[in-house]
């Protein structure tokens, strides 16, 4: 017996079950009732076995107070039902610990009268089994979790192909509630018609194989919209390997779709500019050293293709073949110093000579940059230009530019320009040669030049400038400059001014020439030509003085003359070396020896003569209409003798008998450049019938004869008297010594 007692209590210790009884002798009142706890029992309360005295009291204690109500509620239920009592509940021991319990117990009746004398049962501590239920249903519900609300989709399908299982994303996805799915709908009731072939095409794989994987495929949304996905699957199979159901992960690719879709967009856009752009784009990838990527400009700029390069040998051989003129080394050796030392994103620009397939050479210009990812060079990008005619450009500006400043020398002209913005100005070298200063002067250039010009001329060169930009005019003066040692410069200086679109401005260019010789021949030859013309006028005064002792001569004569008609002309040959006096007096007092103020001289002639006639000419007036008009020399003596003949005539012949009348005399210009001479009067007119081209008189003889050297033309009218008019391309006289 004691030793069953012994096995008993062993058992109920490892197995964390005690056990206890209760009297019965009255079940109103517990209280009254004794209790006995076996040696676990008192353990799983808390206490060493005997303790305490275990009453109902000290066991109602220790159940925890949230659980008191229903314990006592189950074991009044069990008396008064005389069922059995079956109960979980917490308990506190006397050290705060708290246990969860289960017990389990039954009455013992008395063989008679029926009634219930005793209450046997167990208690067992199931905290930890209840720790790992607990833990047990938080894992699930995590594994639950994950399962329903996992960033992807997932499902399994019967060998049918119907849903047997499907996870809340994916319902999500294609929105439908899972009773509408499970158990009633196949996956090819959700696949678009290209869906479709996927499936029938994979489905049996899976079957056979076991999996598959990365297969993408559509599905059909409730609303009818299409979603792209990526699936992976494998199958479960019973011991015999027959296929079950599969395990089905799904990946919403709609933004990689998108993507891939714009990176497509991107990357025909990207071909069609690249195929419209003159220069040529490559990629190189930094693993192989090969060409990834050529633009169609490549073959037209040199001539080969991708596959003439790899049929060379590759990249590097087909550099070292075609570049003609360079640093290709270079290149390969900074190349695999990036590899080493990544550099992202450092533009590098490179210069050279490539020989095309045509056997031409160009000037090549290679700008590119390395491509690193997580610090390793990953390729190079760059652009070929072909700069061939740049090169040639910039080589006829270096030559253009080195005659300009060789010209510049020589016409000692240098060129200057000025930022008003920043008030920057920016000399040539002749202006420095001009100027006599030094590149690298000290001080600002604009001090330098106001020092040199000359202090009588500073003001006037800095007003000219002002007025120049403020009236947006371009000017050009010249002034003198001062040099150290005291000699002085001429220079002719030419500049303009421009502005920004409010008017403001903002740069001024020009040029400097230094005219010092020029100055000083012109000075010189201005004074020779002064000298000249004092001795030319003096020349003309003395021929005027000796056509005056001519005229003398000629009137001292006529005083002995008793022939009138010889008389007559006496004073006609008078009149007509006055006429050509009166020219040398004009030339003597005028500015210019060239050109005569002819209207001035004709007005003098008929004054003269008007005068010499004397009492004929009386009743007689003389209306001019002259122009402006100057004519050389050689014209001048024609006309004035052709104006004499013919103003002498009218007063001799057109007013017989002391008729009054009037003499007009004309003179005019054309735009087309002839001059008109025309001499009228109102007087009797020619005898009728009378040719006077064919006349004997000197006079009229003359007059053509003078129209003919001038090349000019005669044309005479009669209407209320007589009408010359002599027309002539006038000759504008030049100076000369």
Known sequence: MRRTETHLAAAQRIAHVGSWEAELRNPDDFSQNSLWWSDETFR???????????????????????????????????????????????????????????????????????????FIGTVQDITERKQAEELLKESSRVIQDLYDNAPCGYHSLDKEGVFIRINDTELKWIGYEREEVVGKMKLTDLLT????????????????????????????????????????????????????????????????????????????????????????????????????????????????????????????????RVIYKGRFDEQKRRFEQLKLQPADRVAIRDEEWWRCKDGTLKCIEDRWMPVCEEGHLMSTDGVLSDVTERKRVEEALRTS??????????????????????????????????????????GALYEVFRKAVHPEDREMVQQTFDDSVNNKIPYDITHRLLMPDGRVKHVRERAETFYDSQGRPIRSAGTVQDITEQKRAEDAIRASLKEKTVLLKEVHHRVKNNLQIVISLLNLHAVRIKNPEALDAMQETANRVRSMALLHETLY???????????????????????SYGPKAAHIKLEPHLENVAIDLDQTVS???????????????????????????????????????????????????????????????????????????????????????????????????
């Open 44 to 118: 799983i309360f808390g206490y060493e076995p005997g303790a305490v005295q275990v009453t109902h009291e000290l066991f109602g204690n220790a159940i925890a107070p949230e659980d008191r109500a229903r314990v006592w509620a189950e074991v009044q239920t069990a008396l008064r039902e005389h069922k059995r009592y079956d109960v979980e509940h917490r308990i506190l021991r006397p050290d705060g610990a708290g246990r969860i319990v289960h017990e389990h117990a039954e009455f013992v009746c008395d063989s008679v009268t029926g009634r219930p004398t005793r």
């Open 193 to 320: 018609p290209a869906g479709l072939q996927v499936y029938e095409r994979t489905f049996p794989v899976l079957k056979e194989r076991g999996w598959v994987s990365d297969i993408e495929t559509e599905l059909i949304r409730k609303g009818g919209t299409v979603l792209p996905v990526l699936l992976n699957s494998t199958a479960i199979q019973d011991d015999k390997g027959n296929f079950v159901a599969s395990r089905t992960t799904l990946f919403n690719i709609t933004d990689r779709k998108r993507i891939e879709a714009a990176l497509r967009e991107s990357e025909e856009k990207f071909q069609r500019i690249a195929a419209h752009i003159e220069d040529a784009i490559y990629s190189v990838d930094a693993r192989t050293h090969e060409f990834r990527y050529l633009s169609p400009a490549f073959e037209k700029m040199f001539g080969y293709t991708l596959e003439d390069i790899q049929n060379m040998g590759g990249r590097v051989v087909f550099l070292s």
């Open 401 to 442: 530019e080195a005659r300009l400043i060789e010209a510049q020398r020589i016409g000692h002209i240098g060129s200057w320009e000025a930022d008003l913005v920043t008030s920057k100005l920016i000399w040539t070298d002749e202006i420095y040669r001009i100027f006599e200063v030094d590149h690298g002067v000290p």
């Open 589 to 611: 007092l005028s500015q210019s020896l060239a050109r005569v103020n002819f209207a001035h001289y004709i007005e003098d002639v008929c004054s003269h003569l008007f005068r």
């Open 639 to 737: 006309c004035g003798l052709i104006v004499n003949e013919l103003v002498s005539n009218a007063l001799k012949h057109a007013f017989p008998g002391g008729r009054p009348g009037k003499i007009a005399v004309e003179l005019q210009a054309t735009p087309e450049g002839h001059v008109v001479l025309k001499v009228a009067d109102d007087g009797v007119g020619l005898p009728p019938g009378q040719d006077i081209r064919q006349t004997s008189t000197l006079g009229h003889q003359l007059v053509f004869m003078l129209a003919e050297k001038l090349h000019g033309t005669v044309d005479v009218g009669q209407n209320q008297g007589t009408v010359f008019r002599i027309a002539f391309q006038a000759k504008y006289g030049e100076e000369r010594l």
